[in-house]
Nanobody, 114 residues
Framework: VQLVESGGGLVQPGGSLRLSCAAS????????VDWYRQTPGKERELVAG???????NYADSVKGRFTISRGNAKNLVHLQMNSLKPEDTAVYYC?????????WGQGTQVTVSS
């Protein structure tokens, strides 16, 4: 069982990045998938989530700028991040859950800076 995030990097304020979460070893499409982010000294916070039925939810701080979606490939979930701000800088983690099953990726760094 594995979750692997990709797509992080350095971007200027106002720019865009697309994060991807690739799953292996379990039936990803039946899991709720969330993106969290964390900065040093702070709690990990929920950014966006998508249920197995496709329902989405977002933190107020990213509404209208971020979009979570399931990829055409059944084992992918994406986080499209537009109009990025310096305060979006964090390590972003993919999380999949269903009942008592709970998996985390290793994280990908997103840095928004000029």
């Amino acid at each position: 069982v594995q979750l692997v995030e990709s797509g992080g990097g350095l971007v200027q304020p106002g720019g865009s990045l697309r994060l991807s979460c690739a799953a292996s070893g379990f039936i990803f499409r039946i899991y709720t998938v969330d993106w969290y982010r964390q900065t040093p000294g702070k709690e990990r916070e929920l950014v966006a989530g998508i249920s197995s039925l496709g329902r989405t939810n977002y933190a107020d701080s990213v509404k209208g700028r971020f979009t979570i979606s399931r990829g055409n490939a059944k084992n992918l979930v994406h986080l499209q991040m537009n109009s990025l701000k310096p305060e979006d800088t964090a390590v972003y983690y993919c999380h999949a859950s269903r009942g008592s099953a709970d998996y985390w990726g290793q994280g990908t760094q997103v840095t928004v800076s000029s």
